[in-house]
């Protein structure tokens, strides 16, 4: 594999949101779930999940091309990462891939420049009291949460760098 130029380094790490956004809603959706061994029409995914079918179809080429999920012809298939959206996969993702889209941490990434620039967590722009609080003031988001770090936790896979709250430095959730 070639070395990436640095052109190409800045484009993909700019537009890495849109991919994973795009992740976060077919996780929600339970678009995984929905393909067995057999691609599966967009059009049979797009009924079973009440998405659009156009819309759905260009997130799902997005995510083919990032190898999450295989197209084929109108219809989908898995690939190896789009097994890990299932909810039973033994390594599933699926919550936690939800949980990185709640509004709690979407918004926490929009008010990233305040918490480079004060050094106060971006959580306390919209929640002064802190995540905690958050989670307790957002019950629908809580059970998110709780579900991505029951996973987390029943799979033995680190969390990397993330952590939900401001955490000491090498501190792992």
């Known amino acids: 594999m070639a070395e990436q ?6 484009w993909t790490m700019c537009t890495s949101a849109v991919a ?4 976060q809603v077919v996780a929600d959706l339970g678009v995984a779930d929905r393909i067995e061994e057999q691609p599966v029409p967009v059009t049979d995914l797009a009924g079973s ?9 260009r997130v799902l080429r997005l995510l083919a091309a990032h190898g999450v999920f295989e197209y084929q012809a109108g219809a989908y298939s898995h690939s190896e990462s789009s097994r890990l959206l299932r909810d039973d996969h033994p390594m599933s993702m699926r919550a936690f891939v939800s949980m990185m889209g709640l509004p709690a941490t979407l918004d926490s990434l929009n008010a990233l420049e305040h918490a480079v620039r004060t050094g106060s967590p971006a959580i306390e722009t919209f929640e002064p009291r802190g995540f ?10 809580a059970q998110v949460f709780g579900r991505a770090m029951t996973a987390k936790a029943g799979a033995k896979r680190p969390l990397g760098s993330w952590c939900p709250a401001r955490c000491p430095p090498g501190h792992r959730a």
């Open 49 to 57: 999940c009440r998405a659009d079918r156009d819309a759905l179809d």
């Open 20 to 23: 994973a956004r795009c992740l």
């Open 132 to 141: 905690w609080a958050y989670l307790q003031a957002h019950p629908d988001q």
């Open 5 to 10: 130029q640095p052109h190409e380094i800045v």
